[in-house]
């Protein structure tokens, strides 16, 4: 198990800030460290994922976390006086935590770790905390202390004791802060943006995200010169993660006709999921619609249609180039399908967002419904950019480059749904 601090709470300012902008920048992903260790194929074979099960669901696999070429991570500032660490900014998750110098696993010893006796603001709670991981579980103690966003001082933190060769030990982020809804927050434990709001630190309850060149997380407003083309706003339609209402998915190929979801289903709205995480019932359409084969071959890129989100009566489409990633695999190097097999919840992750500027709202908006917002960017500037997927296993398969092009292949029944109170979910 992981040992882990989670901080809480917020240190109150005497008017708002102007809206902190926490800039994102490019590291190599978890995926291409442990392929120049040669240890890509070793850490797939022995990591067990952890079966969980999610109403409406089947048991399923809660598999680890691997990215494509690129993460991005972002500084804040915890204690009096500030430590810094890097970590991910999460719609997926709701909670904040960070190593601590108490945890002397290699893991731990291998990222930056908080010294709550050098902080003269740092109070514990004494109370346990847990959180599951696909590859593990990581226990710890809740506490408070200034946690600093850019120029926002927040209270939050928690210790990290990794168990020795857990994929932390890989990770280049030291934790990860979470912005979903309090409702799936580990022992109840109010997310940092919630302080900012209850606390009155940010103009408007909102944060952008911004996933490109340039990339950036804006607490507390919009900026203007990513909404010349207007803003969508669309209602949620459960507060836990960024769940919305997905009316079909459609590509070009079959003149925008729905391929899957044909009666509406649930997607999520996740700035940790790299991918297109897309319901295992739905892949075999997807491959037919896309001139995949059974085993999700296609002979080029090229020939590769838009793809098309209906949401809200409004069509979101993404590019080919945007949906298609290169891989390596040990004969060779190939073309990667980034739509991931994972049970009910369509999610959908950078890939999608990478295509719009995302706004997403806390308060109520339009009839009482907390609000979404998508924004079709002009001009499409260029796209990097990553946080940290949730859980999901890209199992490659070998790639001949010169016959064919292999799609990612899909893992697991399944999995969706908010954790119940007091579990958390990794991010």
Request: net charge positive.
């Amino acid at each position: 198990t992981m040992k882990l601090l989670l901080l809480l709470g917020l240190v109150a300012l005497p008017r708002p800030l102007p809206h902190p902008r926490i800039p994102l920048r490019k590291m190599k992903s978890l995926r291409q460290r442990l392929e120049e260790q040669g240890l890509l194929e070793p850490f797939l074979k022995h990591m067990v994922p952890v079966g969980l099960r999610a109403p409406n669901c089947p048991p399923c696999p809660h598999p680890v976390p691997l990215s494509p070429p690129n993460e991005y991570y972002g500084t804040i500032s915890i204690g009096t006086p500030a430590q810094e660490f890097t970590v991910i900014f999460d719609t997926g998750s709701s909670n904040l935590w960070v190593p601590s110098v108490y945890c002397s696993s290699r893991a731990c010893e291998n990222h930056k770790r908080f010294n709550p006796s050098k902080s003269s603001t740092f109070v514990s709670t004494n109370e346990s905390v847990s959180i599951a991981y696909g590859t593990g579980s990581m226990t710890g103690i809740l506490g408070y202390d200034t946690v600093t966003v850019r120029q926002l001082p927040t209270r939050s933190l928690g210790w990290l004791r990794p168990s020795p060769g857990t994929i932390f030990y890989y990770s280049p982020f030291d934790g990860i802060l979470g912005l979903a809804f309090p409702s799936i927050s580990s022992s109840g434990a109010t997310p940092v943006f919630d302080n900012m709001m209850s606390q009155g630190l940010v103009a408007q309850d909102l944060f952008s995200v911004y996933l490109s060149n340039g990339s950036f997380v804006l607490f507390g407003g919009i900026d203007p010169a990513y909404t010349t083309n207007g803003i969508s706003w669309i209602p949620l339609s459960a507060e836990t993660y960024w769940q919305i209402t997905m009316e079909r998915y459609s590509a070009a190929v079959t003149l925008w006709k729905s391929v899957a979801c044909y009666f509406s289903c649930q997607a999520i709205v996740d700035t940790g999921t790299s991918l297109l995480a897309v319901p295992t019932l739905a892949l075999r359409r997807i491959y037919k619609a896309l001139g995949a084969n059974s085993e999700g071959e296609v002979s080029a890129v090229s020939s590769l249609p838009d793809v098309a989100f209906k949401i809200n009566g409004k069509k979101f489409t993404v590019p080919a180039t945007a949906y298609v990633i290169e891989v390596s695999t040990p004969r060779g190097r190939g073309q990667g399908w980034t739509l991931q097999g994972e049970g009910c919840l369509w999610i959908l992750g950078d890939v999608f967002i990478r295509e719009y500027y995302c706004d997403l709202r806390q308060g109520q908006q339009q009839g009482g419904a907390v609000p979404a917002g998508l924004s079709a960017r002009s001009p499409r500037p260029d796209r990097p950019l990553r946080f940290l997927p949730p859980p999901l296993l890209l199992s490659l398969r070998t790639i001949k480059p010169w016959k064919s092009i292999r799609v990612l292949s899909f893992s697991g029944k399944g999995w969706s749904g908010p954790p119940r109170r007091g579990q958390a979910v990794a991010p």
